[in-house]
Nanobody, 124 residues
Framework: QVQVVESGGGLVQAGGSLRISCAAS????????IGWVRQAPGKEREFIAS????????DYGESVKGRFTINRHNDEPTVYLQMNSLEPEDTAVYYC?????????????????WGQGTQVTVYS
């Protein structure tokens, strides 16, 4: 069993930065992927970023590439999403999820364990 919990969301001015976290627990030895998606009102769920548990592979959604960075440090069961140059269009609920393999996948449909989400609001 795997659980993930998001934290760190909040209110930030356009152009600013925010770091949100995804803490994994349970049988983390089975985790191959940690990923982030976001859901904004009136928009479809959007892939943001994903990382292999070993941190050897990373993928980013086109709309955030170059602005967001996903990372996990060795021996820490927490994945961080550093968000820079935030825009009002980034306002959404951000969800993280874990995929248990048997391989790393950037496909959100392959992620079986989802958190409750954390709200990020960017104002101009």
């Amino acid at each position: 069993q795997v659980q993930v919990v998001e934290s760190g969301g909040g209110l930030v001015q356009a152009g600013g930065s925010l770091r949100i976290s995804c803490a994994a627990s349970g049988d983390t030895s089975n985790i191959y992927t940690i990923g982030w998606v976001r859901q904004a009102p009136g928009k479809e769920r959007e892939f943001i970023a994903s990382i292999s548990w070993s941190a050897t592979r990373r993928d980013y959604g086109e709309s955030v590439k170059g602005r967001f960075t996903i990372n996990r440090h060795n021996d820490e069961p927490t994945v961080y999403l550093q968000m820079n140059s935030l825009e009002p269009e980034d306002t959404a609920v951000y969800y993280c999820a874990a995929g248990t393999g048997p391989y790393y996948s950037a496909r959100t449909s392959d992620w079986g364990y989802w958190g409750q989400g954390t709200q990020v609001t960017v104002y101009s």
